[in-house]
């Protein structure tokens, strides 16, 4: 299948152990967040979302953690699976942009048996 | 709940050639947009329709790229004529979102086009 990114920042980890996803945001004034898992040869898949009024959401197995004094966002994956093995993208969006999607650049997770 | 539906999957044209895309979005969704994704990149937006009027066009090329969403649910996206840089992957995405606040979007599988 097609290759989603050959040179993106790469996080291997252990089956079993857990995983953390990093993404810096640029506008100040987003106030809404989402996660987005991209499987090769597939569009982007929603995994889960946060607003600006919280700093942490959780999710099945997932947890987003939100800092907007240094406008940071990350991905918690517990316990992760072979089928965790994808690329993350973090969106950003904000009522001054039309909402529109702004996405980060991508990490790839890979995922050691 | 179908999804996002694309075609076609893989297309394979030479520069100067013209291409169109398909999308279906999911039922029910006001709003519809179309993404350039080149290879390691995270998706760029092309245009956003909201029913079947443009909201936002203001990334897409339009001396070679047009779209249209004539009765407010297909959508179809061409590129007349192609670039080598148009090589990418074309992804349909759609949303509930009617212009307040959280505005979570699902994409289609995309269509991956390569220019010779």
């Known amino acids: 299948g097609e290759s989603v990114g050959l040179h993106l920042p790469t996080l291997s980890v252990q089956e079993g152990d857990n995983s953390i996803i990093n993404c810096a945001y640029s506008?100040?004034?987003?106030?809404?967040f989402i996660w987005y898992k991209q499987e090769s040869g597939k569009g982007p898949q929603f995994i889960i979302d946060i607003r600006s009024n919280m700093d942490k959401r959780q999710g099945q197995r997932v947890t987003v953690l939100l800092n907007k004094t240094v406008k940071h966002l990350s991905l918690q994956i517990a316990a992760t699976q072979p089928g965790d093995s994808a690329v993350y993208f973090c969106?950003?969006?904000?009522?001054?942009?039309?909402?529109?999607?702004?996405f980060g650049s991508g990490t790839r997770l890979l995922v050691r048996p | 709940e179908a999804g996002v539906a694309q075609s076609p999957r893989y297309k394979i044209i030479e520069k100067r050639q013209s291409v169109a895309f398909w999308c279906n979005p999911i039922?029910?969704?006001?709003?519809l947009y179309w993404y350039q994704q080149i290879l390691g990149q995270g998706p760029k937006l092309l245009i956003q329709f909201q029913n079947n009027g443009v909201v936002d066009d203001s990334q897409l090329p339009k001396d070679r790229f047009s779209a249209e969403r004539l009765k407010g649910v297909d959508s179809t996206l061409k590129i007349q004529p192609a670039k080598l840089e148009d090589s990418a992957v074309y992804l349909c995405a759609s949303s509930f979102y009617t212009g307040q606040g959280r505005n979570t979007q699902y994409f289609g599988p995309g269509t991956r086009l390569t220019v010779l």
């Open positions: 506008n100040s004034a987003s106030d809404y």
């Open positions: 969106a950003e969006t904000a009522m001054d942009s039309s909402y529109k999607l702004i």
């Open positions: 039922s029910g969704h006001a709003t």
